[in-house]
T-cell receptor, first 113, second 114 residues
Framework: ETAVFQTPNYHVTQVGNEVSFNCKQTLGHDTMYWYKQDSKKLLKIMFSYNNKQLIVNETVPRRFSPQSSDKAHLNLRIKSVEPEDSAVYLC????????????FGSGTRLLVI | AQKVTQTQTSISVVEKTTVTMDCVYE???????LFWYKQTASGEIVFLIR??????ENATVGHYSLNFQKPKSSIGLIITATQIEDSAVYFC???????????FGDGTQLVVKP
C-alpha cells in the first residue's frame, strides 16, 4: 500500500515533556510537510523538506524541530511541550511541481495536560 | 503575498440538492494552481479537484465541478446531487509558480441533511 503513514495516532503528555512524531511516505515523493491543525480546523504550515533539505521553516517556537533521515521520512520533535501545542499534526507529501497536490497522513492528535 | 479566503464558515443543505462553496484568492504569480480538499469527520484530508489558472475550461471530477472566474480571483466548488457522506470540511487552496507550498483557506463546514 502506498500512502503517508503517521505514528502515533494519539498522544497524551504532560507540560514540559518531550514528544516525537513519525511520518513515512511510500509514494516516492520528493517533498514532505508538517502542518498543525488547531481546534478551529485552521491548517498552518510548519516545515517542509525537499529530498532531506529544509525548504520551509515558518515562524514556529524553537521547541519544534523537524528531522529527516531520507526523503521518505520526516519526523517532528517537540521539546518541553506547552498546553497550546495541543492540536492535530498532519504530515503530507507531494511530487515535484507547483501543480502537484498533497497526500496527507491521518494525523497525530496531541493533548498536553 | 498569497492568500486564500473562504467566507462561508458553515453551510447546511438537504441531500440531493446542489451546493456552491465560495473561495477567493490573492496572488502575484501569473501562473498558479487552485485546489479543493475535503476533510471528513475522521480527520482524513483528501484531494478533490484542481484548476490550472491558464485553463479557461472549468475542471470537473465526478459530482464535483469548479466555477473559475479569473477576473474576480474566484474559484467556487460546486457539488451536485449532494449525499449525506459529502458532509465534511472543505478547504480551498492555492499554489503559485513561485511558491514552495500550498496555501489553505480556513475551510467551510458542509452539513448535508436527509
Amino acid at each position: 500500500e502506498t500512502a503517508v503513514f503517521q505514528t502515533p495516532n494519539y498522544h497524551v503528555t504532560q507540560v514540559g515533556n518531550e514528544v516525537s512524531f513519525n511520518c513515512k511516505q511510500t509514494l516516492g515523493h520528493d517533498t514532505m510537510y508538517w502542518y498543525k491543525q488547531d481546534s478551529k480546523k485552521l491548517l498552518k504550515i510548519m516545515f517542509s523538506y525537499n529530498n532531506k533539505q529544509l525548504i520551509v521553516n515558518e515562524t514556529v517556537p524553537r521547541r519544534f524541530s523537524p528531522q529527516s533521515s531520507d526523503k521518505a521520512h520526516l519526523n517532528l520533535r517537540i521539546k518541553s511541550v506547552e498546553p497550546e501545542d495541543s492540536a492535530v499534526y498532519l504530515c503530507a507529501s507531494s511530487p515535484p511541481g507547483p501543480n502537484s497536490d498533497y497526500t496527507f497522513g491521518s494525523g497525530t492528535r496531541l493533548l498536553v495536560i | 503575498a498569497q492568500k486564500v479566503t473562504q467566507t462561508q464558515t458553515s453551510i447546511s443543505v438537504v441531500e440531493k440538492t446542489t451546493v456552491t462553496m465560495d473561495c477567493v484568492y490573492e496572488t502575484r504569480d501569473s501562473s498558479y494552481f487552485l485546489f479543493w480538499y475535503k476533510q471528513t469527520a475522521s480527520g482524513e484530508i483528501v484531494f478533490l479537484i484542481r484548476q490550472d489558472s491558464y485553463k479557461k475550461e472549468n475542471a470537473t471530477v465526478g459530482h464535483y465541478s469548479l466555477n473559475f472566474q479569473k477576473p474576480k480571483s474566484s474559484i467556487g466548488l460546486i457539488i451536485t446531487a449532494t449525499q449525506i457522506e459529502d458532509s465534511a470540511v472543505y478547504f480551498c487552496a492555492m499554489r503559485g509558480n513561485s511558491n514552495n507550498r500550498i496555501f489553505f483557506g480556513d475551510g467551510t463546514q458542509l452539513v448535508v441533511k436527509p
